[in-house]
């Protein structure tokens, strides 16, 4: 069963320790600029939202990619990128219209949500039960896709 | 289903693959035009910084990729196609017949007509082979000079300069990648240029180019000056292979008209890439828009439609990235907007921060940035989507930098 990353802004608290998890798994440092989850906080509105890639099927950065280093797991539709293959183009980082997936200037090479492998430490340390990890065909998930759906800027390629 | 596909860059290897996926008993082949296997040409200035090497520009790395996907890659060229048989003639005479065809055969570089240009120690950075020949002769130290800094003159700029040469770019136009980045940030990134060590001369045009000197060459600019150099790049420019078309009854129009489904005007052929004039997105014109992100878009919309599927193109949404010596600058859409159109600055020329957004009334029609490339995929989601800004609009016009903040923002209902 394939699980997904729910991310539900009505729980968010703005603490920020999904993007300190995030940036220690990936980067071994507690950095929140490194963070490949971002806690957008709008003041006036006292409103607090995570977000991230939301492992689209379209996957726009996979397809741009000129040199296949961006991949789909087929158990899992992760899509990640292959640090070895990426020649460091950007050109997924304007490809993804979501603006998910960013360039790292220290190591010449993009980076996205991978999932942590199957167990995201942002999802393990949210303290608010905000961003789950669950089965993907339970109603959050739908959220997210309706989400991803409103930006679609897919060619209608849906045959 | 036979489905024959002219051309191995992005746009041949993507619409195979998409071909496979949505027929597992399709007959495809791919035909090449070159001498080797396919590969990405977006990928060569990373092999000439050093970056990668030769293999990493080859489309599908592991080996016996394509016997697996069961996609048969033959060497051509093309010299001719016959639609009335509905076969293409290979150069030396074999015959490939096809039920369905995609041409995605690519551009090639514009030679311009200054004398010299066919002296040994000129080339262009297109192919595999050229990219060879300037390995030779674009070592440290080495003085070069590199006509053009359109888009891919400036990428190609990036890759001759981390090659430790003495790099003169030569520009005719006023200002670096006019057709991407306005005056501001146009100025921004040649002074970043000249701030890393890069002699850049716009406004400057190269008259002749004669041989015989010491290094091999001597570049002859209309301002009187003369560079002597042992390589120079030529940029400037591109146009569609469509040569081996004339008389086969596929309509070009300096390049291959198609419809919203990526079909010819001969039925059953198809066209994808930077060979194809389809409409773009922001002006509703037909162009050519020779990038990566359109020749995929335009091999998967093929594909789907060479398979019996329905789909159509809204248009080829103008899109480019460049990292220039460190320095990040993209555009979108229409970057100039029209006399009409509303634009929002954010400018911090000493940082080299700059963000230029173009609305029409609540929607975003185009943008350009330099020195902030984080999120800044949303610009194509806001463009492409034609999305409504509402009330973000307004501070969206006071303060460009929220775009990402915007974006979230909205697809949240804050
Ligand atoms: C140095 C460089 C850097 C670039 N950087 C970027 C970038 O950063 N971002 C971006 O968006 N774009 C970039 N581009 C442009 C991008 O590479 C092209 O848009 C892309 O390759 C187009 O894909 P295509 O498949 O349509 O054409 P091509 O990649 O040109 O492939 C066409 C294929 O057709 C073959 N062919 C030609 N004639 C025949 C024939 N008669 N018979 C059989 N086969 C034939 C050719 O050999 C080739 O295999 C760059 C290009 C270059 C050269």
């Known amino acids: 069963m394939q699980k997904a990353l729910v991310l539900d802004a009505g729980k968010c608290t703005g603490c920020k320790q999904c993007e300190l998890a995030c940036s220690f798994e990936h980067e071994g440092i507690f950095n929140v600029s490194r963070s490949r989850i971002r806690v957008f906080i709008f003041e006036h509105e006292a409103r607090f939202v995570p977000y991230t890639c939301t492992q689209c099927d379209q996957a726009w950065c996979m397809q741009v990619c000129p040199v296949g280093a961006i991949t789909s797991d087929a158990a899992t539709g992760v899509k990640s990128v292959n640090a070895a293959t990426c020649v460091g183009c950007k050109v997924c980082t304007i490809a993804c219209p979501f603006g998910t997936i960013n360039y790292n200037a220290i190591t010449g090479k993009v980076e996205k949500c991978d999932l942590c492998g199957g167990d995201p430490a942002c999802a393990r340390e949210c303290p608010t039960g905000a961003i789950t990890f669950i089965d993907s065909n339970l109603a959050g998930y739908e959220k997210m896709q309706d989400w991803a759906h409103k930006t679609d800027t897919a060619p209608q390629a849906a045959s | ?414």
Request: glycine fraction near 12%; aromatic fraction near 4%.
């Open chain 2, 1 to 414: 289903m036979r489905h024959v596909i002219i051309g191995t860059g992005p746009a041949g290897v993507n619409a195979a693959e998409t071909l496979r996926k949505l027929d597992a008993n399709a007959k495809i082949t791919l035909i090449g035009g070159e001498r080797e296997a396919p590969y990405s040409r977006m990928a060569i200035p990373y092999v000439l910084s050093g970056a990668i090497s030769e293999a990493g520009t080859r489309l599908r790395q592991e080996p016996g990729y394509f016997d697996r996907a069961r996609i048969n890659v033959i060497s051509g060229p093309v010299a001719r196609v016959d639609t009335q048989h509905k076969a293409v003639e290979l150069v030396g005479g074999n015959i490939v017949e096809y039920d369905r065809l995609l041409i995605a055969a690519g551009a090639s570089p514009i030679k311009p007509h200054v004398p010299g240009l066919d002296l040994p120690g000129v080339h262009h950075c297109w192919s595999l082979a050229d990219m060879r020949a300037i390995e030779d002769l674009a070592g440290k130290g080495d003085n070069v000079v590199l006509m053009g800094a359109g888009f891919i003159g400036s990428i190609i700029l990036e890759s001759l300069k981390s090659r430790g040469v003495n790099l003169t770019v030569v520009e005719v136009e006023d200002r670096m990648v006019p057709r991407m980045l306005d005056e501001t940030a146009g100025a921004l990134l040649k002074s970043w240029c000249e701030s890393k060590g890069v002699s850049v001369r716009t406004g400057t045009r190269i008259e002749k180019v004669k041989s015989g000197t010491a290094e091999g060459l001597r570049v002859h600019l209309s301002d009187g000056a003369a560079l002597d150099a042992r390589l120079l790049v030529v940029a400037a420019g591109v146009k569609p292979n469509t040569e081996f078309l004339i008389g086969s009854g596929v309509e070009t129009d300096r390049g291959i008209r198609v419809d919203a489904r990526q079909q010819t005007s001969v039925p059953d052929i198809f066209a994808a890439g930077d060979i194809v004039r389809s409409r773009d997105f922001s002006t509703g014109r037909a162009a050519v828009m020779a990038i990566q992100p359109v020749a995929v878009d335009h091999a998967r919309i093929a594909a789907v439609n060479m398979t019996g599927g329905a789909a159509s193109y809204q248009g080829a949404l103008a899109m480019n990235v460049l990292d220039t010596m460190g320095l990040i600058s993209t555009s979108f859409g229409l970057c100039d907007g029209p006399a009409n159109a509303q634009s929002a600055i954010a400018l911090d020329a000493g940082a080299y921060k700059y963000m230029r957004l173009e609305f029409d009334g609540n929607v975003l029609t185009g943008a350009q940035s330099l020195g902030l490339p984080e999120h800044i995929g949303v610009l194509r989601g806001f463009i492409q989507s034609r999305l409504d800004l509402g009330g973000w609009k307004e501070r969206l016009a006071e303060n460009p930098l929220r775009l990402a903040e915007a974006y979230v923002g909205i697809m949240n209902g804050v």
